[in-house]
């Protein structure tokens, strides 16, 4: 049974950083690209940051280039989001979401404020 399990959210202050985990079983992470998507108060669901199959090739929206780094542990059957000078804008429910199989994780909630 494919199952994706989503930890490491939390409240930061801008500036800060957390980084994101997403458990994954019942499939190999790494025989899949696979995304992180976030959805903001009011806002549409939208994809964060890609990791691929081929070369471990990465894509990241413009508002977190440089910011956020997308990687995954072969050996922990993991993936995970690096979230760097995280900004309010960033506040959301974030997502695993695994991209051949259309299936999702039930999201961890990072909320940015002072």
């Known amino acids: 049974q494919v199952q994706l399990v989503e930890s490491g959210g939390g409240l930061v202050q801008p500036g800060g950083s957390l980084r994101l985990s997403c458990a994954a079983s019942?499939?190999?992470?790494?025989?899949?690209?696979m995304s992180w998507y976030r959805q903001g108060p009011g806002k549409e669901r939208e994809m964060v940051a890609t990791?691929?199959?081929?070369?471990?090739?990465?894509y990241y929206a413009d508002s977190v280039k440089g910011r956020f780094t997308i990687s995954r542990d072969n050996a922990k059957n993991a993936l995970y989001l690096q979230m760097n000078s995280l900004k309010p804008e960033d506040t959301a429910r974030y997502y695993c979401?695994?991209?051949?199989?259309?299936?999702w994780g039930q999201g961890t909630q990072v909320t940015v404020s002072s």
């Open positions: 019942g499939f190999t992470v790494s025989a899949y690209a």
């Open positions: 990791i691929r199959t081929a070369g471990d090739r990465t």
């Open positions: 979401y695994v991209i051949a199989r259309n299936f």
